[in-house]
């Protein structure tokens, strides 16, 4: 069972490292209870990582339990990231329509079409309370949308290297399950394969 | 599954708006996009490749045999067991080849761009060796209920194979089946099929039959979609009363029938662009590992990455083959045969048929016709892929590649309502024992009525959710169970194997 110790110690470095490259640079839009969520799963990893070669029934149970323990946290973390990625995206388009409904206006400035002028600003005005009613600090220029799409792929990354470390952990708790696992721990009732 | 109700309901009900949909509706929408998340497709595939690897690519080196196997060259009569082969997999296909072949590939395109089909097909030749494990142990671990009939899956393999300690994983399982079974496999289909017959032939009949009116004071619905919820509900129910014998027989003509005239009709939209096709094969592959590209869609271009097509393929390949749910073993289980490796390798040719053939000509006839580039609106892929048909026929004969999506959907959503009541009634046995079979068939049967008349809302996002949840107690015994499928695998093919027939 060392295997799957190492395996798990293996997993929780590797994966603490890469979020902690990937975490937010530019990502002044990423929040929330994600990462306390991933830190949580990551120890409880580690710790079943330590359990998981004593052969007695009692590591198993301990570590097997802690591995699902470990296993929802890092849903827990991937749902976070998930909402969150929604809202970042749905914010993205917003500003992305502001910024679009400013260069009509501009358009229209210039062209003079004076029913046009008021019409739009009506509109850029409505855009930009909606926005800024949720997101007081949203500046509407090229650079916020970039740092937005900015966050918005890093989020993709974090979501991808959670989503790894669920599937990691999971994997370890499944194959804990097999019979030569079961007879390893002293479990006399394991079937036979 | 706590952790993500836990962490998405706050955020769910502060993005919940007065006008807008409810909280509780904007949560099940979240957990269920969760539950099918990323997390979700990457287990599944991880577990597709760990046993493409261990088997050494046997989906590729036994494809030949698992064909000869359908043909019905291994079949043994006098074997325990209710269907042939052949029977158990058109049983299995009719419950995975649904609105996924159709709308589910126009989605993935969509949002993925062309490189998502290619993406879709790679997690098809990956979902091949998870179905062949699952249905192997199904097999090796099925038994007989006191009626005499097979009862085999998941619940059998977790709480036989892995043992006693298990059972609870095993009860999990058959538990969300059930569920799963009144969502996903019965209201949801007969809901669609009831769309898109309302949809297609609506307009050509007398409009007292589509003019909307209450029923039980709150039901929205019209007099058409009762006729065919009662007509789907009596189809439904004289097959699935028989039993898997019934089915399998049915089964065996449906689903041939069904997939001729859809693979017939998309096979036609491709000859006619036939010189088009290397050029889109051709930016198909390249989109799927070379580079982004841009959707000129109506509301301005779109950026799409690699990423996005990766992501959305494997979503919809997983959607469409259910490779990994734990669904098809249930259906393969009750196969006439002594030999539990021999089912697996015919069980292996679904996702190949559902995902790697259907998807794909779906995906060559958008691709073709370039409607992904200027639909509006992803989230209608079954409009969308009646228009790529409409389009790619001659003019003044759109209609009737109009007709054949719609024909197809149709067909498609009659037989997974079919065969899902087999995986509910075969879990409900493993839970209550045999008496509790017939009450199930009657309440499945209300339940395609009332499908066909309401929108189920949360109840459809709870059903999903289950969906899903199933694939992860079946993965716990895959993989717990899995130096099982791999000694079964090497003593089978360490034996010469001769065709019985």
């Known amino acids: 069972m060392t295997k799957f110790s190492i395996l798990a110690f293996l997993g929780a470095l590797v994966g603490g490292l890469l979020i902690w490259k990937v975490l937010p640079s530019a990502a002044i839009w990423i929040d929330g209870p994600w990462l306390i969520w991933a830190i949580v799963g990551l120890v409880l990893l580690l710790t079943a990582g330590l359990l998981i070669p004593r052969p007695t029934t009692d590591s198993w149970k301990r570590s097997w339990g802690l591995l699902w323990l470990a296993a929802i946290c890092l849903m827990g973390s991937y749902s976070s990231l998930y909402v969150l990625h929604n809202r970042v995206n749905a914010l993205g388009a917003q500003v992305r329509e502001v910024l679009k409904t400013e260069a009509a206006l501009a358009k229209a400035k210039a062209e003079e079409r004076v029913a046009d002028i008021e019409s739009i600003a009506q509109d850029l005005t409505a855009k930009k309370l909606e926005v800024t009613s949720t997101y007081e600090a949203v500046v509407f220029d090229e650079r916020e949308l970039n740092r937005i799409e900015a966050s918005s792929l890093e989020l993709t990354y974090l979501e991808y290297i959670v989503s790894v470390l669920f599937v990691f952990t999971f994997f370890i708790l499944a194959w804990m399950t097999a019979p030569t696992a079961q007879k390893f721990y002293g479990f006399n009732e394991a079937p036979a394969t | ?501």
């Not at chain 2, 039980?216 to 097959?239: C, H, K, P, Q």
């Not at chain 2, 590209?293 to 097509?309: D, E, F, I, M, Y």
């Not at chain 2, 697996?344 to 190949?352: C, R, S, Y």
């Not at chain 2, 759109?398 to 309502?417: D, K, N, P």
């Open chain 2, 1 to 501: 599954m706590i952790a993500f109700f836990s962490a998405a309901m706050p955020l769910a009900v502060q993005s919940a708006s007065p006008e807008g949909p409810s909280a509780l509706e904007t949560f099940f929408d979240n957990a269920a996009d969760i539950a099918w998340g990323l997390p979700f497709i990457l287990m599944l595939a991880g577990v597709g490749f760990y046993f493409t690897v261990r088997l050494g690519f046997a989906q590729f080196r036994r494809m030949g045999h698992a064909i000869a196997i359908g043909r019905g060259k291994y079949d043994e009569p006098d074997a325990p067991g209710e269907v042939t082969h052949f029977q158990a997999l058109c049983a299995a296909l009719s419950a995975t080849v649904g609105v996924g072949n159709i709308g589910g590939v126009a989605t993935a395109i969509w949002w993925g761009g062309p490189g998502a089909a290619i993406w879709m097909a790679l997690f098809g030749v990956l979902g091949m060796m998870t179905k062949f494990a699952s249905c192997t142990l199904a097999l090796k671990y099925r038994v007989t209920d006191s009626e005499g009939h097979i009862i085999g899956g998941p619940m059998e393999f977790l709480s036989r194979g892995l043992g006693k300690r298990f059972a609870w994983l095993a009860t999990m399982f058959a538990v969300c089946a059930v569920i799963a079974s009144f969502g996903g496999g019965n209201m949801v289909q007969a809901n669609q099929m009831a769309g898109a017959f309302t949809h297609e032939f609506g307009s050509s009949l007398p409009t007292s039959l589509t003019e909307p009116f209450k029923l039980f004071g709150s039901m929205e619905t019209n007099s058409l979609r009762i006729i065919l919820g009662m007509v789907v509900a009596v189809l439904v129910g004289l097959v699935i009363i028989g039993g898997i014998k019934r089915i399998g027989r049915v089964a065996g003509v449906l689903v041939p029938v069904m997939a001729v005239f859809y693979v017939g009709g998309a096979l036609t939209v491709i000859f006619l662009h036939i010189g088009e096709v290397p050029e889109t094969l051709g930016t198909m592959f390249s989109m799927a590992f070379g580079g982004d590209v841009t959707r000129k869609a109506a509301g301005g271009a779109v950026g799409l990455t690699v990423l996005q097509a990766l992501t959305w393929g494997a979503k919809r390949a997983v959607f469409s083959n259910e490779a990994g749910l734990g669904s098809a073993p249930i259906a393969h289980a009750a196969a006439k045969t002594h030999e539990p490796v021999r089912e697996g390798l015919i069980a292996m040719l679904g996702p190949f048929i559902d995902t790697v053939v259907i998807c794909m000509m779906t995906a060559l006839v958008i691709c073709l016709t370039g409607v992904w580039e200027t639909f509006a609106d992803g989230s209608q892929g079954a409009v969308m892929t009646k228009l790529a048909f409409e389009q790619g026929l001659p003019e003044g004969y759109g209609w009737i590649g109009r007709y054949t999506v719609a024909i197809g959907l149709i067909l498609f959503a009659i037989s997974t309502a079919i065969s899902w009541s087999y995986y509910g009634d075969r879990c409900i046995t493993y839970i209550f024992g045999p008496k509790a079979v017939m009450p199930y068939r009657v309440v499945y049967v209300l339940f395609l009525f009332l499908g066909a008349n309401i929108d189920g809302g949360i109840v459809w996002k709870f059903a999903d959710v289950t969906n899903a949840a199933m694939a992860f107690w079946n993965i716990i015994g895959l993989l717990g169970l899995s130096t099982v499928v791999i000694a079964l695998y090497k003593d089978y093919f360490s034996r010469p194997q001769k065709p019985l027939q």
